[in-house]
């Protein structure tokens, strides 16, 4: 697999700019775990990233719902948040084994809360607190996902 990409002290600007890098070269079906304490900037990453995959209208934080999902043309893109998740049986509830067909784009935040009952990540997004910025790692977790972010090109 490829080297970890990182950057130091990145504004909002960067970070949206590397999301939407990643998002309009995605491959259908990847999954990127977004990780971080509270306020670290992983909404942000998914909003930015949904809305260059073409999103269209207001993006809304499945704080509460847990789960929000996009039609993207012939597939979907799903944004999960399980930050307020109990317990990861829960997600069975939810449908999310309906979610993942192969095609279907998942971003997930808080992902060691769902356990086992999340698909594996293609991409695992770090990010953490430095200052008014913010620290950024993308390590990949899949062959797939290696070659997505060396075919990205990040700023």
């Not at 304490?37 to 499945?62: N, Q």
């Not at 809360?113 to 990010?127: E, K, M, T």
Request: hydrophobic fraction near 45%.
């Amino acid at each position: 697999m490829s080297q970890v990409f990182a950057r130091k002290a990145i504004d909002e600007a960067g970070l949206v700019a590397i999301a939407r890098a990643l998002a309009q070269t995605a491959p259908p079906g990847m999954v990127v775990y977004l990780h971080g304490e509270l306020g670290a900037g992983k909404t942000t990453f998914a909003r930015a990233w949904l809305g260059a995959a073409g999103v269209d209208g207001r993006i809304k934080s499945p704080t509460y719902s847990l789960i929000e999902s996009y039609p993207l043309g012939t597939t979907a893109a799903h944004h999960l948040d399980l930050y307020r998740l109990a317990d990861p049986g829960e997600l069975e509830w939810l449908g999310l084994a309906d979610l993942v067909d192969g095609r279907s784009f998942m971003l997930v935040e808080w992902p060691e809360r769902g356990g086992d009952a999340v698909p594996p990540a293609d991409l695992h997004v770090c990010l953490d607190h430095a200052g008014e910025a913010r620290d950024l790692r993308i390590v990949p977790a899949s062959a797939a996902g290696a070659t997505w972010v060396e075919a990205a090109n990040l700023p």
